[in-house]
Every structure is written in structure tokens, then in C-alpha cells.
């Protein structure tokens, strides 16, 4: 059963707009959320996080914005470049956060 | 001047036979993982070693064996290896046992393709 869910699979975007990457969650146990980043032929990088206690965290041009009723959480790129083309795995984890649970990646595509 | 390293990167063999993924890191985190990414992109954790010792162990067939020699290794072994057995294979460590603060260090992966 698969407790992170990142219902799209592909999203393109033009260069300097912004890029919503949503990710959905059904345990309200979660604590910690995670974005990575993955290009092809790599292993995913870490991108950003956020705990359950804040609904905001920003770093840079990426932001995590959590919605804990909805059991939602959104990365939020601006503007984008073309280098932020890559998968985005979310992740999420009780409040021990030794074992994260992984979405299935979103395919984002930055159109020069 | 890797982080995180596996070999090797592709691995292609046949059902029955036994083979072995290895992985180091030289971040001297206390936490090291196995992650298998199933053909519908699917990541999950197969096992986490803190300090060489075993805390998680999900429910991985016991054909799947790890090894941690020290805190800065942890070698995958697989007994029989069957079809369903093909995957991209990551490991990652983390500082602690908690992935939360700076999240995980991935390797590349390693492509296991079972014929």
C-alpha cells in the first residue's frame, strides 16, 4: 500500500515560470517530509525538507509548502531553469525519521 | 572524492545465480540503506544499518542479505536471484539514524538486470 503518492507523472513547464510539484499522503503519523532531485543515471540528491510543525519552509528559489489536513505538501520552483529538469521524488517519515516512504517521482521538464 | 559509491553500477546475470552489490561512503555517517526502484519507479527501503547493527529489516525475502564489515560499508548480497529480482538498487547513508535534517546521500544506483 503506498503512503506517498505523486499522482503526476510528467509536467512541463516554460523557463522562468513557475513549477508546483505536488505530493500526496494518506498516515497522519508522518512528521518530516522530504524533496529530492534526481537526474538520470544518478542517485536521488536532497532538496529540502519540512516538519510537521511548520506549513512553509523556503530555501532559495524552492519552496515546501505543507497542508497537514489535506495530507498534501507542493515544491514550489521560481522561477524555473532549465537546469531543474529531473524527477522530484517527496518523501515522508514518522517522527523517528529512520525510514522514509517515497513517492514515485514527478518528470519535470523546463522548456528554454 | 565520491560520497557515496556502489559497484557496480550494471549488473546483468542469470536466474539461480548469487551476486553481491557493494557499497561505501566516506562521510563517516553513522547510517547506511538499501533502497530498491521497482520498474514503476517505486522506492523502497530494504534495509538500514546504524553502527553495523540491523534496525530495519522490511519485508524483504530472505534470499537478500546485508552485510555491514564496518560503519562505512554495507554490501548487499542476493541468493537465487530471480526475474522480479530486476531494479535499479540504491544505497544512501545519513548522519544518525534519522534521515530529517539533511536528508539522505544516495549513491548512483546499481542496475540489476536478471535474465
Known amino acids: 500500500d503506498q503512503q506517498v503518492k505523486q499522482n503526476s507523472p510528467s509536467l512541463s513547464v516554460q523557463e522562468g515560470r513557475i513549477s508546483i510539484l505536488n505530493c500526496d499522503y494518506t498516515?497522519?503519523?508522518?512528521?518530516?517530509f522530504l524533496w529530492y532531485k534526481k537526474y538520470p543515471a544518478e542517485g536521488p540528491t536532497f532538496l529540502i525538507s519540512i516538519s510537521s510543525i511548520k506549513d512553509k519552509n523556503e530555501d532559495g528559489r524552492f519552496t515546501v509548502f505543507l497542508n497537514k489536513s489535506a495530507k498534501h505538501l507542493s515544491l514550489h520552483i521560481v522561477p524555473s531553469q532549465p537546469g531543474d529538469s529531473a524527477v522530484y521524488f517527496c518523501?515522508?517519515?514518522?517522527?523517528?525519521?529512520?525510514?522514509?516512504?517515497f513517492g514515485t517521482g514527478t518528470s519535470l521538464t523546463v522548456i528554454p | 572524492d565520491t560520497a557515496v559509491s556502489q559497484t557496480p553500477k550494471y549488473l546483468v546475470t542469470q536466474m539461480g545465480n548469487d551476486k553481491s552489490i557493494k557499497c561505501e561512503q566516506n562521510?563517516?555517517?553513522?547510517?547506511m540503506y538499501w533502497y530498491k526502484q521497482d520498474s514503476k519507479k517505486f522506492l523502497k527501503i530494504m534495509f538500514s544499518y546504524n553502527n553495523k547493527e540491523l534496525i530495519i529489516n522490511e519485508t524483504v525475502p530472505n534470499r537478500f542479505s546485508p552485510k555491514s564489515p564496518d560503519k562505512a560499508h554495507l554490501n548487499l548480497h542476493i541468493n537465487s536471484l530471480e526475474l522480479g529480482d530486476s531494479a535499479v538498487y540504491f544505497c544512501?547513508?545519513?548522519?544518525?539514524?534519522?534521515?530529517?535534517?539533511?536528508?539522505?546521500?544516495f549513491g548512483s544506483g546499481t542496475r540489476l538486470t536478471v535474465v
Open positions: 544512501a547513508s545519513s548522519q544518525g539514524p534519522s534521515g530529517v535534517n539533511y536528508g539522505y546521500t
Open positions: 498516515n497522519s503519523m508522518f512528521d518530516y
Open positions: 562521510l563517516g555517517h553513522d547510517t
Open positions: 518523501a515522508a517519515s514518522g517522527h523517528t525519521g529512520n525510514q522514509f516512504y
